[in-house]
């Protein structure tokens, strides 16, 4: 298959994952993604889209303003203004002016979902408030059931642009502080009461992957905080169980809430240094 043959493919089969789109009236889709190294790709179900970007590397006013406006860990929602916009024009030419971009913030790249609504629909906000919830849905099911294209495309398929943009890095910044944050208040060990009453002390590994639990951090979750195996989570928290008398999970956590579990005067010698 050449390279024309699996565009078209790729062309397809997004077509294909946007067909649930007109159930709710929507027309016209797209996704864009951007790389901090000033790279991109798009996908669409409508030609027009594609044949745009396959003579031009300026991606608009519109998709700038949204990509530098996004911040890592929150949903920006935009909706298609009415100035000139070098990518916008082209929606706008066919009539279709009633649009909405929803774009995330992933770690080095950005990704912009574009949905718009059946040509000649006059504007109305409200539409896209009311259905965002649906739209949302969409997009976790296109990025789950488009993986294959999506690295397809990551890999082999991004063009420069020459717009001026900037990435935000909050996230890596933000995860570091809460890192610090957690170390900082974390107590190194806890003594906690079995089933007898009897006081027991646990190491300062369990006393972490505890209190992660209580925070109601999955076994994975916290296996990758603490940069450790999950067998080695797994381990900890059986320990604890022993030590408590706990047959469960569910009543190890019932344990914690009822106040059985006592802080230790020696696990605040760190914090006097």
Known sequence: ?????????????????????????????????AYRNHSFFILSNEQFV???????????EHLTTVINGTTPGKILVNLWHDKEDNFLNVFYKLKIWNGISISLCLNDYVDVFGFAKNI???????????????????IIYF??????????????????FSNSIKLKNEYNNRLE?????RKLITPEKLVVRDGYLRKTELTRQETACLLLLLEGRSMRKI?????????KVESYLENI?????????????????NNQIYQSRASYDHYRH
């Not at 062309?11 to 797209?30: C, G, V, Y």
């Open 1 to 33: 298959m050449n390279e024309e043959q699996k565009s078209y493919s790729y062309f397809k089969i997004t077509k294909k994952l946007a067909l649930p789109l007109s159930l709710i009236n929507i027309k016209t889709f797209f996704y864009f993604r």
């Open 50 to 60: 594609l044949d745009h970007f396959a003579t031009s590397n300026d991606i608009g």
């Open 120 to 138: 000649n629909d006059e504007k109305n906000a409200n539409f896209y408030l009311e259905h965002f919830c649906l739209l949302k849905r969409f």
């Open 143 to 160: 990025r789950l059931k488009g993986r294959k294209i999506i690295d397809s495309f990551s890999l082999n398929y991004t063009k420069k």
């Open 177 to 181: 502080s809460i890192r610090q944050f």
């Open 223 to 231: 296996s990758e905080e603490l940069k450790i195996p999950m067998k």
């Open 241 to 257: 169980k022993i030590k408590t008398g706990s047959h469960t999970k569910t009543s190890l956590l019932s344990n914690f809430f």
